[in-house]
Nanobody, 126 residues
């Protein structure tokens, strides 16, 4: 089993920055990729950014390219999401997710993930 714990959410004004963290614990050697998703009430959970466990490959949803950066500290088994130039439409609950080693790296496919964190709220005021 793998446990994922997010932190770093909060309230920020438009144009500001936040950094989210996702700490992975347990059988982390079994993981191949991790990602950030976000969800607003009444809508589906949407892909934001992903990274392979080694950190060698990243992938972003178009609306966050150039503003968000996903990274990983391999020594700490922690994934980060640096969010700059935040907009009100970035307001959502942000979740981290991880996929097992035997799976194909399909970052944006929600069903491809085996473990999820509890979520952290990000609110961007205008």
């Amino acid at each position: 089993q793998v446990q994922l714990v997010e932190s770093g959410g909060g309230l920020v004004q438009a144009g500001g920055s936040l950094r989210l963290s996702c700490a992975a614990a347990g059988r982390t050697f079994s993981l191949r990729f991790m990602s950030w998703f976000r969800q607003v009430p009444g809508k589906e959970r949407d892909f934001v950014a992903g990274i392979t466990w080694s950190g060698g490959t990243t992938y972003y949803e178009d609306s966050v390219k150039g503003r968000f950066t996903v990274s990983k500290d391999n020594a700490e088994n922690t994934m980060y999401l640096q969010m700059n130039s935040l907009k009100p439409e970035d307001t959502a609950v942000y979740y981290c997710a991880a996929g097992l080693a035997y799976k194909s790296v399909l970052f944006a496919a929600t069903l491809n993930y085996d473990y999820w964190g509890q979520g952290t709220q990000v609110t961007v005021s205008s």
